[in-house]
């Protein structure tokens, strides 16, 4: 009888008896949400995998269907989305074959454009997953690795006379710069949580494609690292110490880089908020990466931007100018003309900024090695050269130490004079004495007499060098005596050819 009573009455369901009807009924629902639409112009929500995006799995997120557009999905979703869209992205097509997943390829570049769109009209907000989703599609797209430089040049870079070389794959690759460079300039980002995905190993990988051979890909890097370099302050030793191992390398190892130029047009700007008094890391990397950058024969292709670098030290701090000052002399070029050119120009701007004190530091080898210049058979060097007394300011320094510049110079000048090939040379070498005429007329009439003096010596020593050579080669004429017809020499005896030498 108990037993009858009890059977009638209703059994209470078990856990595991729920949770199986609850996941058929999703299970429905997911299946019917597939191919019909709800009211509110959605479809029914599906769990990301967790091999795609763990993190978000692990927080319970969901994600709306990638392939919808923004417009189309309340405020609410649109987080979701987004994310949708980011992990959609991650999905990398090959451009060698421009026919190959064509609408894949575009579907894709279209889905960039709108996160970009979104991005830019400022309703994204950037939550831990949205920054990991977009560092990470970021990465898988951007960073890869460069085949062999097959080009003929050793000098590494472009050169002028090179056509540059475009990436097949820049039709999508604009666009995720594009999206990178507006995540990183976002204003309501929040940095601490951002530095954890932006973190070192992303900023050498960033770094890495400064070697593209696509001048667009370098342009774009250009920007967006130096938006990283001023918002996460915290890396910003790690970039100037990553930036000196790439151009130590460049110097000293390979001289191959195509992205030196743009890496100095970054650090022109850096420089010129450094601190005062400046520390002894930025003195370090003037010393030991920028002035050995005026070594590598390419220095053509980023010579520009390697003076603004110079010269921003040195507006810095006035003393670095003879530092900088050796470092040229140091590195001068002697057999290409294109080159020294490039460094009297470098000179002419550094001495316009050099105090009287550190000029007089250095006027002595600097001196001397203009003196050359303005004997250079190129007559653009020797004009080069004669164009800094043009300079006021060189002007003032020359003309406050002529008692040490003048010996220095006129014996190249005079040598002009005599025997230049070039009339143009020749002319400004005679407007350049006669500078120094007005200038200390007795200092030259010295400087004429003490060179007449040295050209005497420098012909007896000539004479005597001649005389000594034929009296050498009056002893070697003399025959060997031999004996029997056979080959055999005799020792001479040192006191029958003597010889002052």
């Given at each position: 009888?108990?037993?009858?009573?009890?059977?009638?009455?209703?059994?209470?369901?078990s856990?595991s008896?729920?949770?199986?009807?609850?996941g058929?009924d999703?299970?429905?629902?997911?299946?019917?949400?597939?191919?019909?639409?709800?009211?509110?112009g959605?479809?029914?929500?599906?769990?990301?995998?967790?091999?795609?995006?763990?993190?978000m799995v692990?927080?319970?997120?969901?994600?709306?269907?990638?392939?919808?557009?923004?417009?189309?999905?309340?405020?609410t979703e649109?987080?979701?989305?987004?994310?949708?869209?980011?992990?959609?992205?991650?999905?990398?097509?090959?451009?060698?074959?421009?026919?190959?997943?064509?609408?894949?390829?575009?579907?894709?570049?279209?889905?960039?454009?709108?996160?970009?769109?979104?991005?830019?009209?400022?309703?994204?907000?950037?939550?831990?997953?949205?920054?990991?989703?977009?560092?990470?599609?970021?990465?898988?797209?951007?960073?890869?690795?460069?085949?062999?430089?097959?080009?003929?040049?050793?000098?590494?870079?472009e050169?002028?006379?090179?056509?540059?070389?475009?990436d097949?794959?820049?039709?999508?690759?604009?666009v995720?710069?594009?999206?990178?460079?507006?995540?990183?300039?976002?204003?309501?980002?929040?940095?601490?949580?951002?530095?954890?995905?932006?973190?070192?190993?992303?900023?050498?990988?960033?770094?890495?494609?400064?070697?593209?051979?696509?001048?667009r890909e370098?342009?774009?890097?250009?920007?967006?690292?130096?938006?990283?370099?001023?918002?996460?302050?915290?890396h910003?030793?790690?970039?100037?110490?990553?930036?000196?191992?790439?151009?130590?390398?460049?110097v000293?190892?390979?001289e191959?880089?195509?992205?030196?130029?743009?890496?100095?047009?970054?650090?022109?700007?850096?420089?010129?908020?450094?601190?005062?008094?400046l520390?002894?890391?930025?003195?370090?990397?003037l010393?030991?990466?920028?002035?050995?950058?005026?070594?590598?024969?390419?220095?053509?292709?980023?010579?520009?931007?390697?003076?603004?670098?110079?010269?921003?030290?040195?507006?810095?701090?006035?003393?670095?100018?003879?530092?900088?000052?050796?470092?040229?002399?140091?590195y001068w070029?002697?057999?290409?003309?294109?080159?020294?050119?490039?460094?009297?120009?470098?000179?002419e701007?550094?001495?316009?900024?050099?105090s009287?004190?550190?000029?007089?530091?250095?006027?002595?080898p600097?001196?001397?090695?203009?003196?050359?210049?303005?004997?250079?058979?190129?007559?653009?060097?020797?004009?080069?050269?004669?164009f800094?007394?043009?300079?006021?300011?060189?002007?003032?320094?020359?003309?406050?130490?002529?008692?040490?510049?003048?010996p220095?110079?006129?014996?190249?000048?005079e040598?002009?004079?005599?025997n230049?090939?070039?009339?143009?040379?020749?002319?400004?070498?005679?407007?350049?004495?006669?500078?120094?005429?007005?200038m200390?007329?007795?200092?030259?009439?010295?400087?004429?007499s003490?060179l007449?003096?040295?050209?005497?010596?420098?012909?007896?020593?000539?004479?005597?060098?001649?005389?000594?050579w034929e009296?050498?080669?009056t002893?070697?004429?003399f025959?060997?005596?031999?004996?029997?017809?056979?080959?055999?020499?005799?020792?001479?005896?040192?006191?029958?050819?003597s010889?002052?030498?």
């Open positions: 009888m108990i037993k009858q009573i009890l059977s009638k009455l209703p059994r209470k369901s856990k008896d729920t949770l199986a009807s609850a058929s999703s299970n429905n629902n997911t299946n019917l949400g597939s191919s019909i639409q709800c009211s509110n959605l479809n029914v929500v599906r769990r990301m995998s967790s091999a795609v995006f763990p993190s692990a927080a319970g997120a969901e994600a709306v269907e990638p392939h919808l557009s923004f417009k189309d999905v309340p405020n649109k987080q979701k989305l987004f994310v949708s869209k980011l992990n959609l992205c991650c999905v990398v097509y090959h451009f060698n074959d421009p026919d190959k997943d064509q609408a894949e390829k575009d579907s894709k570049r279209q889905a960039l454009i709108e996160l970009v769109d979104f991005v830019a009209s400022g309703s994204a907000k950037f939550s831990e997953a949205a920054i990991a989703a977009t560092c990470k599609m970021c990465a898988v797209n951007l960073f890869r690795d460069f085949p062999p430089k097959y080009r003929s040049n050793s000098t590494g870079g050169t002028e006379d090179e056509e540059p070389m475009f097949p794959a820049w039709s999508h690759l604009q995720v710069y594009d999206l990178l460079l507006r995540f990183v300039s976002y204003s309501s980002l929040d940095v601490k949580v951002a530095k954890k995905y932006v973190d070192h190993s992303f900023i050498l990988r960033l770094l890495e494609l400064f070697d593209s051979e696509d001048p370098r342009d774009c890097l250009k920007t967006i690292l130096h938006r990283i370099y001023g918002k996460f302050m915290v910003r030793p790690f970039v100037r110490k990553a930036v000196s191992n790439i151009i130590y390398r460049f000293f190892e390979t191959r880089h195509n992205g030196i130029a743009e890496l100095l047009e970054i650090f022109g700007s850096v420089i010129s908020g450094f601190a005062l008094p520390k002894e890391e930025h003195k370090m990397f010393s030991r990466a920028l002035i050995p950058l005026h070594k590598p024969k390419s220095v053509g292709i980023y010579h520009q931007q390697l003076t603004y670098c110079v010269v921003q030290f040195i507006e810095k701090d006035p003393k670095l100018a003879s530092v900088v000052i050796k470092g040229l002399l140091k070029p002697v057999t290409n003309s294109q080159k020294e050119l490039m460094f009297l120009s470098e000179l701007e550094i001495l316009e900024m050099t009287a004190v550190e000029f007089q530091k250095i006027m002595v600097l001196f001397r090695r203009v003196g050359c210049c303005l004997n250079s058979s190129h007559f653009q060097v020797a004009e080069r050269a004669h800094l007394w043009n300079n006021e300011h060189v002007f003032n320094h020359i003309t406050q130490n002529r008692q040490v510049i003048l220095l110079v006129f014996p190249a000048l040598r002009n004079t005599r230049h090939w070039n009339q143009a040379v020749l002319n400004l070498t005679l407007n350049v004495r006669k500078m120094f005429c007005e200390d007329e007795e200092l030259v009439l010295a400087c004429q003490k007449e003096e040295e050209d005497s010596k420098s012909s007896m020593a000539a004479e005597k060098r001649r005389l000594t009296r050498l080669e002893a070697a004429s025959q060997p005596v031999g004996g029997g017809g056979g080959n055999i020499s005799f020792l001479v005896n040192p006191a029958t050819c010889v002052t030498c």
